[in-house]
Nanobody, 114 residues
Framework: VQLQASGGGLAQTGGSLRLSCHAS????????MNWYRQAPGEEREFVAG???????DYLESVRGRFTISRDNVRRMVSLQTANLTADDTAVYYC?????????WGRGTLVTVSS
């Protein structure tokens, strides 16, 4: 299983970024996909998830600002962010659980500046 994330970068407070993750090595449509993030000096935390059936879940602090979606044809999961704050600055990781294991992409850095 390989996960390739992209789309991070620098955004201003109140701005937005769209993160994308392409998955290979698994029957994508059958697996839940997640986004996690890790801020400097902090533990990695769950941000958003989407099941194979399209049910979504969010970290409370991003609910209403972030939207997770999936494209089973393109084998991609995306995270649309909006109204970003400095607290959203982190490395964002794409994740899935396959064969009882967690698989992670390399991460993409999101930096929010005022």
């Amino acid at each position: 299983v390989q996960l390739q994330a992209s789309g991070g970068g620098l955004a201003q407070t109140g701005g937005s970024l769209r993160l994308s993750c392409h998955a290979s090595g698994l029957n994508f449509k059958n697996y839940a996909m997640n986004w996690y993030r890790q801020a400097p000096g902090e533990e990695r935390e769950f941000v958003a998830g989407i099941t194979s059936g399209g049910i979504t879940d969010y970290l409370e602090s991003v609910r209403g600002r972030f939207t997770i979606s999936r494209d089973n044809v393109r084998r991609m999961v995306s995270l649309q962010t909006a109204n970003l704050t400095a607290d959203d600055t982190a490395v964002y990781y794409c994740n899935t659980k396959y064969g009882g294991r967690d698989f992670w992409g390399r991460g993409t850095l999101v930096t929010v500046s005022s």
